[in-house]
């Protein structure tokens, strides 16, 4: 079992930058790959980014690619998502996820989850 704290949402105007980061409880985080989703109202959570156990493959989803950089710290059990030129469409919960295996942008294959930060850039 791993339980995700994510925390560091918050309101920020459009260009602005903001960084999240998710607590791990389990000690062996560093054996998992970990995910940024995000939700907003009447849509379907979205793949935001995702990084290997190791950090050495990432992958972006295009929205985000060039303006967001997802990190870890293993022996911190972090996982970090800075988030450069907000933009207002960037608004939504963020969520914190973690799955044992590859880096993959799908939902389901992920199996835990955080409870979420909100995120709101205003125009």
């Known amino acids: 079992q791993v339980q995700l704290v994510e925390s560091g949402g918050g309101l920020v105007q459009a260009g602005g930058s903001l960084r999240l980061s998710c607590a791990a409880s389990?000690?062996?985080?560093?054996?998992?790959?970990l995910g940024w989703f995000r939700q907003a109202p009447g849509r379907e959570r979205e793949f935001v980014a995702a990084?290997?156990?190791?950090?050495?493959?990432?992958l972006y989803s295009d929205s985000v690619k060039g303006r967001f950089i997802i990190s870890r710290d293993n022996a911190k059990n972090r996982v970090y998502l800075q988030m450069n030129s907000l933009k207002p469409e960037d608004t939504a919960r963020y969520y914190c996820?973690?799955?044992?295996?590859?880096?993959?942008?799908?939902?389901?294959?992920?199996?835990?989850w955080g409870q979420g930060t909100q995120v709101t850039v205003s125009s």
């Open positions: 996820t973690a799955r044992t295996g590859s880096v993959v942008n799908a939902a389901r294959s992920y199996v835990y």
């Open positions: 389990r000690r062996t985080f560093g054996g998992y790959t």
């Open positions: 990084i290997s156990s190791g950090g050495g493959s990432i």
